[in-house]
């Protein structure tokens, strides 16, 4: 059986190297037999060891697939089957970080042009998302930051970008994956807090003033 798994990873690495080397060259063409064939053995070779081996993943790259190891579709990707021959190199090559952050307190600082200063948001990270403190509407908000960090920017009528919900969830769930430190997660508020300000000061003067 030992024979079998390593037999069938020397045979995929070689696969996978020759398609990564196509690509790297800008010649890979699905459209061509030989590499469509290179492709189908690669994904044949990989499941066949996920049987033999029973591999553990990051939970990202689970999630990225949208299927299970067990899945025929899985490994339909140069990353996956990466992350199989590095756990047979290492069974904890794939191993998740600790996350670091769970029930840490931070702040975000949001400047309002009503006020002409910053606010200082209390906003701690627990396991289900963000808990907003300290000021007129708070409590319990999902990952994004939703309800209550943007019921609070719509009362003090801040302008903010449209995209910040993304990138705060974006935020929450790095810092679970690649097991961000206390500093690494309040530097990257520090810059979704400045990402705000340079909107809310760039707001229209004028007329438009007495719209918001």
């Given at each position: 059986m030992t024979e079998d798994k390593n037999k069938l990873k020397i045979e995929l690495e070689e696969t996978l190297s020759k398609i990564k080397e196509l690509i790297a060259n800008q010649e890979w063409d699905m459209r061509d037999k030989s590499h469509k064939s290179f492709w189908e053995?690669?994904?044949?070779?990989a499941n066949k060891l996920n049987t033999l081996v029973n591999p553990t993943h990051h939970k990202y790259m689970i999630k990225n697939r949208g299927c299970k190891p067990d899945s025929p579709k899985f490994y339909n990707h140069i990353h996956p089957i990466e992350d199989l021959l590095a756990f047979m190199d290492n069974p904890k090559a794939n191993d998740d970080p600790e996350d670091k952050t769970i029930d840490h307190e931070f702040e975000l600082k949001i400047y309002t042009?009503?006020?002409?200063?910053d606010d200082t948001y209390h906003i701690k990270r627990i396991s289900s998302g963000w808990i907003i403190g300290n000021i007129s509407i708070s409590g319990n908000c999902d990952k994004s930051g939703k309800p209550f960090l943007f019921e609070n920017l719509r009362h003090d009528s801040i302008n903010y970008p449209?995209?910040?919900?993304e990138y705060l969830e974006w935020l929450w769930e790095q810092a679970a994956e690649q097991g961000m430190g206390h500093e690494q997660?309040?530097?990257?508020?520090?810059?979704?807090?400045?990402?705000?300000?340079?909107?809310?000061?760039?707001?229209?003067?004028?007329?438009?003033e007495a719209y918001k």
């Open positions: 053995k690669m994904v044949k070779d042009r009503r006020w002409g200063h449209e995209e910040l919900p997660v309040q530097d990257s508020l520090n810059q979704l807090g400045s990402w705000i300000a340079t909107c809310e000061k760039s707001s229209p003067e004028g007329i438009w």
